[in-house]
């Protein structure tokens, strides 16, 4: 390969829905997101909430699902429709300086902000403890 050759990809799968069956998808694999560290909170949240959504339903898991689906979908509808890959990965080195300047940029700070102010942009329910026997 010539020493100049460059290849990267970035790419994101939208998941219909997180749930299947006795099946729920948590984190990346059912919200990935694209810049600020959006997608490790997203998924620390989303495990509390399936987590006391099932508590909560005391057994009945599609009941949970369903909560959790709604609940996480209007958390992280921020990132819905955002896809940084050509971004963050550009074709040309002229798109790599831009990219770079950007990210060093005023505009990258003030869009990091309102990134880190949309996490906090969900009611965390208090569910209760569950009793280990």
């Known amino acids: 390969m010539p020493p100049d050759f460059y290849l990267d990809a970035l790419a994101r799968v939208r998941m219909p829905r997180y ?4 099946v729920a998808l948590v984190g990346d694999s ?3 997101n694209t810049l600020g560290g959006f997608g490790t909170g997203s998924a620390v949240v989303g495990a509390y909430v ?3 959504e099932l508590a909560v339903a005391a057994g009945e ?7 959790y689906e709604k609940l996480m979908r209007g958390y992280v509808k921020i990132g819905g429709n955002s ?18 300047w950007f ?7 003030l869009m990091d902000k309102y990134a880190d102010d949309a996490t906090d ?13």
């Open 50 to 52: 399936l987590a006391g």
């Open 30 to 32: 059912a919200y990935g």
């Open 103 to 109: 990210l060093g940029s005023r505009l990258f700070d």
């Open 121 to 133: 942009d969900i009611e965390l329910a208090d569910y209760p403890a569950l009793q280990v026997r």
């Open 83 to 100: 896809n940084a890959g050509r971004f963050l990965a550009p074709k040309t080195g002229y798109g790599l300086r831009v990219r770079d």
């Open 19 to 22: 749930i299947s069956g006795r």
């Open 61 to 67: 898991y599609g009941t949970a699902f369903a909560r």
